[in-house]
């Protein structure tokens, strides 16, 4: 997965630098992973801004602007908070493109509802907000790598698309 995830961020990387545009994500579940491997290429402070590590509903609020309704009605771990995420952290750094993720990488945490490997993804651009529901399996690390790889090439065919 990691040659494909150097593919997806070289094109990603191409595509936002020609058109300078800039991406922020915010993330609970991925606790920063998307923007490490971002970090981890030079040059990436061309076209990305930064991020905000939102681990608890206080700084999700806080920093992100989720609303009180959304996390008592829905929960973090719901399509209103991955959207609410998507945008504030759109916001708080002014740029055109986010991603956002919020969910359960486990070993606990999990419901009947909700259970271990549920995760919500955001994504947000100019003339777009689009959230998806994934439902991984494996143990933590597998579910953090595989929603990084998920929520960056779902961002590359968002924008390769418009």
């Known amino acids: 997965m990691y040659s494909e995830l150097t593919g997806v961020l070289d094109e990603l990387a191409s595509w936002l630098t020609a058109k300078g545009a800039r991406l922020a994500t915010a993330e609970s579940c991925t606790g920063g992973m998307i923007a490490s491997r971002i970090t981890d290429r030079a040059g990436s402070s061309e076209w990305f801004e930064g991020a905000v590590v939102s681990y608890s509903n206080a700084m999700k609020k806080q920093l992100l602007g989720v609303s009180s ?64 529901r994934i439902l991984l399996a494996g143990n933590r690390d597998k579910v953090r790598v595989e929603t990084t790889f998920h929520a960056l090439n779902v961002l590359l065919k968002l924008i390769k698309s418009k």
Do not use: N
């Open 69 to 132: 309704f959304t996390l008592q009605s829905h929960g973090a771990v719901s399509q209103s908070c991955a959207e609410q995420m998507a945008a504030g952290v759109r916001r708080l750094c002014g740029c055109e493109y986010s991603i956002a993720t919020t969910g359960i990488a486990g070993p606990g945490g999990g419901s009947d509802d909700k259970p271990v490997g549920t995760v919500w993804l955001a994504w947000q651009g100019p003339d777009f907000t689009r959230s998806e």
